[in-house]
């Protein structure tokens, strides 16, 4: 894997070369094959900056935050308080207090759905996702509903994996007490017109949740701009640690949300009588928190601003364009999801062969694809398939590991026909 890209001259950083030494675990063999490793959009790989944070976090820095008064929780508060002032200025939100950290996407969406149908949701009233939401944007939403005898309403996608917007407009009604959409697709790479969304919605009155956990890790997102009420991602797909999410909510929403979970370090004072709780983000934020990943998500945001969006953006479509291209004159493969607008995931089906035993297969060569539903059973059965084999990428990957990934389901295919 040799091939070196330099995408933009001013932006010198971005020499794909360079960027592979970040990744330790690049360099490493699977069944003895160099790893290709083509699964980003179920979890990234840890840059070593971000290896390093949480090393030094337990060798040097380790306490508990918000709680003493000795030196090393006070140091630590400092740090874990300022990772979230990264967070706030990576997506560019209005205040700090804006960003509450969770475990991860599904964690932030169940808290909105918890707290949001605990006060705003009633029976008949409606909510609205779409057909390509990952299960974590159905299965909040879907129980609240059942809860509050309310109405799941789900807007459809057409044969290219993309949202029917006439059809979002005819869904969107009095009756409709939040949108929960996905920015970015998992299964398709479909990217959604967010901002039109959103604006359609308001122009109804009605919040708009983000699942934004496969947008985050490709593109810049400024929630004020989009004018997103929630926007929700996970550590883990943004190069950072799991274990530790984000919900970004609108200062007015949040403080209009009854709490979550309860517990220490959500309080000013406790008394059998009566307790008092503290004012956001921290009302949210119940028990000891994941204190190395918000400081390790601080730094893979530091570490991806660093390269620049701008250039990670334009290799990455780079990447998908040659991907598509090599991949789409495989007899009998088809590709699903063929949205005009799509990140860099590529999901496809070869004919008369299980999506599983491609993945078997390349697992053997020591390339790793994802093979399955990807938690999005709904559009296995829009599109009638019982799984795809998913090939997702980031901004460490090379046209050679496409070229490898295409002789691997040549590979395949002869082994199982
Ligand atoms: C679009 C989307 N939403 C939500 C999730 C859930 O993220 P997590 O498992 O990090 O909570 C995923 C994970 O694959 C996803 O792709």
Not at 20 to 49: C, E, H, M, W
Not at 66 to 77: F, G, K, P
Not at 258 to 287: H, M
Request: proline share 4%.
């Amino acid at each position: 894997m040799t091939s070196t890209k330099v995408i933009s001259e001013e932006k010198i950083a971005f020499d794909i070369n360079n960027i592979r030494n970040d990744f330790p675990i690049l360099s490493r063999k699977v069944n003895g094959k160099p790893l290709i490793y083509l699964d980003s959009g179920a979890t990234a790989q840890k840059p070593k900056q971000v290896i390093d944070a949480i090393e030094k976090y337990y060798s040097e820095q380790n306490a508990n935050i918000h709680r003493a008064v000795h030196r090393l929780s006070q140091d630590i508060t400092t740090i874990y308080e300022n990772a979230r002032t990264t967070v706030q200025k990576h997506i560019n939100a209005k205040h700090v207090h804006e960003i509450i950290f969770t475990h991860g996407t599904t964690e932030s969406i169940n808290l909105v759905a918890t707290t949001f149908g605990k006060k705003f949701v009633n029976a008949g009233d409606e909510i609205l996702i779409t057909e390509m939401e990952h299960h974590s944007n159905i299965l909040p939403w879907q129980q609240l509903c059942e809860e509050k005898n309310a109405v799941l309403k789900v807007v459809p996608i057409n044969s290219e994996g993309e949202l029917i917007m006439d059809e979002f407009k005819k869904l969107l009604s009095a009756k409709t007490k939040i949108v929960a959409i996905t920015h970015t697709s998992n299964t398709l790479g479909t990217i959604n017109p967010i901002k039109e969304i959103i604006s359609l919605a308001h122009a109804n009155n009605i919040p708009v949740l983000v699942d934004g956990a496969q947008s985050i890790p490709h593109t810049k997102v400024n929630v004020q701009e989009l004018d997103a009420d929630f926007y929700c991602f996970s550590g883990h797909k943004v190069f950072g640690p799991t274990g530790v999410g984000v919900l970004y909510g609108k200062e007015e929403w949040l403080r209009k949300l009854p709490n979550y979970q309860v517990g220490g370090g959500t309080i000013k004072t406790v008394s059998f009588a009566k307790t008092e709780y503290a004012d956001i983000p921290l009302r949210f934020e119940a028990g000891t928190p994941n204190i190395e990943g918000g400081i390790g998500l601080a730094v893979a945001l530091d570490y991806i601003n660093n390269i620049g969006f701008e250039n990670i953006s334009a290799y990455e479509h780079e990447l998908l364009e040659y991907a598509t291209e090599k991949l789409s004159v495989v007899e009998g493969l088809k590709i699903i999801g063929t949205s005009k607008n799509k990140a860099s995931v590529i999901s496809f089906v070869i004919d008369k062969i299980h999506p599983y035993d491609i993945g078997v297969i390349l697992d053997q060569l020591g390339i790793a694809v994802r093979t399955g539903h990807h938690c999005t059973q709904p559009i296995m059965d829009k599109f009638g398939i019982p799984g795809t084999v998913r090939a997702s990428l980031a901004f460490y990957n090379t046209k050679d590991e496409i070229d490898e990934l295409v002789k691997g389901i040549t590979k395949a295919k002869q082994m199982l026909r």
